[in-house]
């Protein structure tokens, strides 16, 4: 409870100390300083701003007030201040200090998005809603008395609503898309047959080349048999030409007929590679068509098989 104020140089009034009880009526003659006592208590509670309440000729205003063994002074010159037993505050600009607050105990009340203080009322301010508009009336009716929850759910309710079909249309477009593109997979399972065709194609493939490369292998060792055999027939030359190494001769050439029956084999082996290479190079060719249509079919994202295209 205020106990006491003290006003001074505070528009008519420059120095004026009330002792309040809990009910103080101030009486007397108009333009002798009543409503100036309430326009004084209430810059005090909300730092008021500008100077054009300072009494003519002072340079500062000030407002003191005692309440709960609390004191407070707030002062209006160049900047504001407070001063009180808990602190001191200097340029506080428009801003009541929260330990001010706290001692004041006057505070807005927030209704929704609108705050109102209802402890201190001017002279000329309309009684409380009275002047409001009739949406903010009822705005601030239903935050008492709890309406506005109700309101709140079925705006809430509405915007799920709106949300819940737009998605319910955009999940209709995607299931429609998603039909259509089913309908390109019909023939899925005469391609997954026709594929698992293409991987024993292949497989014979892979056997055909590890053939080729076996009889690469073949041919180099017949390559070094050649050259040994040509190493023979020269020293076959030589010792066809001394009679001293005759019978060495004769052996040799009993060897070089072994070379050359098995040069008949290696003929024969030769004959039957390259009709293998002939039918390696014909097997290469199909794998490259198969290649290329495969790279026509293209590759499912979901299950990563071949698709045709």
Request: proline fraction near 1%.
């Amino acid at each position: 409870m205020i106990s006491q104020i003290t006003i001074q140089n505070f528009q008519s009034l420059r120095n004026v100390t009330l002792d309040l009880s809990r009910f103080t009526v101030i009486a007397g003659e108009s333009d002798t300083g009543k409503s100036a006592v309430v326009r004084a208590i209430k810059a005090l509670v909300t730092n008021k701003g500008g100077k054009d309440f300072i009494t003519h000729g002072e340079a500062s205003a000030s407002v003191s007030m005692a309440l709960d063994g609390h004191n407070i002074t707030w002062a209006k010159g160049a900047s504001s201040s407070y001063i009180s037993d808990v602190g001191s505050f200097v340029k506080t600009g428009t801003t009541v200090p929260d330990e001010i607050l706290e001692i004041l105990g006057i505070k807005d009340i927030e209704i929704g998005d609108v705050k109102v203080n209802l402890n201190i009322h001017s002279q000329f301010d309309s009684p409380f809603l009275v002047s409001a508009t009739p949406s903010l009336r009822a705005k601030m009716l239903g935050e008492v008395s709890g309406i506005n929850i109700l309101f709140l759910a079925t705006q809430e309710a509405r915007r799920r609503e709106v949300a819940d079909k737009r998605l319910l249309g955009v999940r209709q477009t995607d299931l429609e898309a998603v039909t259509g593109e089913l309908s390109n997979y019909e023939n899925l399972p005469e391609w997954l047959r026709q594929l698992q065709e293409v991987d024993k194609t292949l497989e014979k493939i892979r056997v055909l080349e590890e053939t080729s490369k076996q009889l690469r292998l073949d041919v180099d060792g017949l390559e070094q048999s050649k050259k040994k055999l040509s190493v023979l027939q020269n020293k076959k030359v030589v010792l066809e030409s001394g009679q001293q190494v005759t019978q060495k001769a004769i052996g040799l050439f009993d060897d070089y007929q072994d070379l050359e029956n098995q040069m008949s084999v290696y003929g024969k082996f030769l004959d039957k590679m390259f009709e293998l290479a002939e039918e390696h190079g014909n097997i290469i060719k199909e794998k490259m068509e198969i290649e290329g249509e495969l790279n026509a079919i293209g590759k499912c994202e979901s299950c990563g098989q071949y698709l045709l295209s």
